[in-house]
């Protein structure tokens, strides 16, 4: 058995409504099966409980995510039991999405009273498909009447959209669909993307690579659409041709674990097959770590610009330059960089600068 959960947030007026529809219907076709845990907030407004009708906003944030925590723990402990190959669980909206509507203080006594740290409940997902609300880019068909818990004018939701991207920022697999195209096609866009992070019907992996000047530190940090990763990446014995890996991924002694296998396929293209690890799988696998490599530790900053995420990678062996990687849909994706980054080149298909390679030197 094969379970899966994503989350499927956006903005005001994004589309979530009818793409969920599409998701469910697309991918039992695929012969998934496919269960949508409802949006809880929209659950408890209507019903009653709201940050007006709380003691405080951060009485009513803690109440949301425990009853979230607990549908989710639900959902997931009844897929076990279903007689299904293969499991899509999708989160009308995450954990995190309650991080739009609080400022720090009240953040971090939500995670106090949870238990729980930001990384483990930003990165306990598979992917994170976040649909720009229509009052960024279509706003001629922005409203509010579909939905009674919705009260936000254009200016407000496209507001709202920034924060809902930055409190995801930082999640391995955070894709963003914005309103380039009409809304057939965002969904079609949208579709796409799950089915490639499902590995429908082949896990492949377009990426580009590129060799930067070393980034201003103080823009990164204080950019709110940016968020810091420390990263171990550990190689492992594996037969020619194929990339074998473990990872450490997390902040301030939170971490997350995954295993990931690459096979190419052309210089852009890889399957890619990743899985998440408990830490003692992790730390068995290391035993099988190939003598040749060192571990690779790096610092990532994960940046959100113009609807493209970049990953901002800086080695500790190197002050003057660093590597930005980015996930495209397509080979034929333009890449917008912010004019804070400088790029040198571009190094996709330069084997010198791989991991693998740099965990040589």
Known sequence: MEITK???????????????????????????????????????????IAPWTCGSNADYQVNQCRLQLYKEEIFENAAK????????????????????????????????KLGRTEVELRDGYGAIFHLVTAAKGAVDVYTTSNNA?????????????????????????????????????????????????????EPLEIERKYLIRFPDLAWL?????????????????????????VRQRGFSGSYVYYETTKRPVTDLKRVEIE?????????????????????????????TYENQYFEIDLYPFWDDQAIVEIELQSETTPVLFPKELEVIREVTDDPAFKNAALARI
């Open 149 to 201: 818990a919705r009260t936000e004018t254009p200016e407000e939701a496209a507001a709202l959209d920034d924060k809902l991207i930055a409190a995801w920022t930082g999640h391995p697999h955070l894709r963003v669909i914005d309103n380039s195209t009409d809304f057939q096609k965002k969904l079609q866009r949208l579709i796409a993307e799950i089915a490639s992070f499902l590995g429908e019907p």
């Open 81 to 112: 039991t279903m007689q299904a190959e293969k499991i899509l669980i999708v989160c009308d909206r995450g954990l995190m999405d309650n991080r739009a509507y609080m400022d720090d203080v009240e953040f971090a006594g939500v995670l106090q």
């Open 275 to 303: 899985r998440s690890l408990s830490q003692t799988e992790y730390l068995d696998l290391l035993m099988e770590a190939d003598p040749s490599c060192r571990p690779i530790r790096k610092t990532r900053y994960c940046l």
């Open 6 to 48: 994503i989350v499927l947030t956006g903005g005001p007026c994004a589309g979530k409504t009818t793409a969920l529809s599409w998701i469910k219907n697309h991918f039992e076709n695929l012969g998934y099966r496919v269960l949508i845990i409802p949006e809880t907030a929209t659950e408890l407004i209507t019903g009653g």
């Open 221 to 245: 940090e204080t950019n709110p659409t940016c968020r810091k990763v420390e990263i171990v990446q550990t190689y492992l014995i594996a037969p020619e041709g194929i990339e074998r890996r």
